[in-house]
């Protein structure tokens, strides 16, 4: 008699539990008990699933991090308990973890779907029922337009937030995924990710989105389809350059600005923030966080590296890198998979500092297993291929 086949609602709790901690709109006024309503059902579920610790090392050490991360930046004796949830992950078994991952991933790709469409019956002029909303962050000086499954902030019409508050969380959740998925769109759902990250005209999405493609498709990639990969890639930068809207907010803002010595759309961290970090080069808030939370708050309009620094200290930013290169060298080797994880890591801390939130760190992860995977069967590969 053949057993019958369960659904197994844990992974789905989980996963509707992670895009909460992404801010859709809707739960914009009930953030502040997040930690309670949300990361803790999470802690508790991940908890369930906990298998044999086998790298006592990597969860030992991801303990003392996030122990100093919690003292550099000031938490309370609750977040700094909440802060440790994140070690938890590092002890789930693998399995269920990419279980939660793909129901996240799904239910993101169908409020990416339901954001385009409505999105779309917007811009050709359909009318659509909205409500003005307060922002999700208090500094903001401008509220938002919320449309069925999405919102527009009220300073900036012409870009895709889709359920968030910026197109950059567009952007960054796009590319944080399709990573994980390897840039392959043979799931032809992956497409929409890639859709929404374009309408998002997020500069950090089309950079890392061209990087990471080239070095999927051409460094590790098999030998069929990269001709295909590489005209399918010409013609569609030919396309998007053509369009005026995408001239100004992406080839406009990647070009170099020689005063600054950056490009010219780096507009993570401002000017202010920039002076601010280097007037307290050498001190000791420079190296172990800026406790004085008013000066935190000063600088919350900025996302760059330079507010990690500010939060948490040099010391705990490099660390963070530091511990990361002995995980990833510790699952996939010293091979060329763990430099591409570090590179994605830097580039997703040079936009948006964002170390230890759960759900980021959740994908870190996550990132890090699949790369893992791809390695092995990528060495596998050429392995046959020499021995053929």
């Given amino acids: 008699m053949e057993e019958k086949k369960t659904f197994n609602f844990a992974p789905w ?82 399995a269920f973890l990419c279980r939660v991952y793909e129901c996240f991933r799904k239910i993101f790709i169908l409020s990416f779907s339901l954001s385009i469409f409505f999105y779309l019956l917007y811009l050709v002029g359909i009318p659509l029922p909205s409500l003005q909303i307060m922002p999700l962050n208090s500094l903001r000086p401008f509220n938002y337009m919320a449309y069925p499954f999405f919102v527009l902030d009220m300073v900036d019409f012409g870009r895709f937030c889709g359920m968030f508050d910026e197109p950059g969380v567009v952007g960054v959740f796009s590319f944080i995924i399709l990573f994980i998925e390897k840039f392959t769109f043979k799931r032809k759902t992956n497409l929409i ?72 759309g780096d507009d993570r ?49 490099v660390l963070f890198f530091v511990y990361f290169s002995f995980f990833a060298i510790k699952h996939i080797g010293i091979r060329l998979g763990s430099l591409f994880y570090l590179l994605f890591l830097a580039m997703l801390l040079y936009n948006r500092p964002s170390m230890f939130p759960f759900l980021y760190f959740f994908l870190y992860v996550v990132a890090l297993y699949s790369i893992e995977d791809y390695s092995k069967s990528a060495s596998l590969l050429q392995s046959d291929i020499a021995e053929k």
Avoid: M
């Fill in 13 to 94: 709790l989980a996963g509707i539990l992670l895009f909460l901690l992404a801010y859709p709109y809707f739960i914009w006024p009930f953030v502040k008990f997040f930690n309670w309503i949300v990361s803790l059902p999470l802690a508790i579920i991940f908890a369930f699933h906990i298998k044999k610790v086998n790298n006592v090392g990597v969860v030992f050490w991801a303990v003392v991090l996030l122990s100093l991360a919690a003292y550099c930046s000031g938490q309370s004796l609750a977040g700094t308990i909440f802060l440790l949830f994140d070690a938890v992950i590092l002890l789930v078994d693998k």
């Fill in 193 to 264: 990710l890639l859709v929404a990250g374009l309408l998002s005209l997020s500069v950090f999405f089309y950079i890392s989105f061209f990087v990471f493609y080239v070095f999927f498709r051409f460094a590790w990639g098999k030998e069929r389809g990269k001709a295909f990969s590489l005209i399918t890639g010409g013609v569609v930068v030919l396309v998007l350059l053509q369009s005026p809207i995408v001239n100004e907010r992406i080839v406009e803002r990647i070009q170099w600005n020689q005063e600054k010595n950056t490009l010219s």
């Fill in 269 to 317: 961290a401002s000017e202010g923030l920039i002076l601010y970090v280097e007037s307290i080069r050498g001190t000791s808030q420079y190296y172990w966080g800026q406790r004085r939370d008013h000066i935190v708050d000063d600088y919350r309009k900025s996302a760059s590296i330079y507010n990690a620094i500010l939060i948490y200290g040099l010391v705990v930013t």
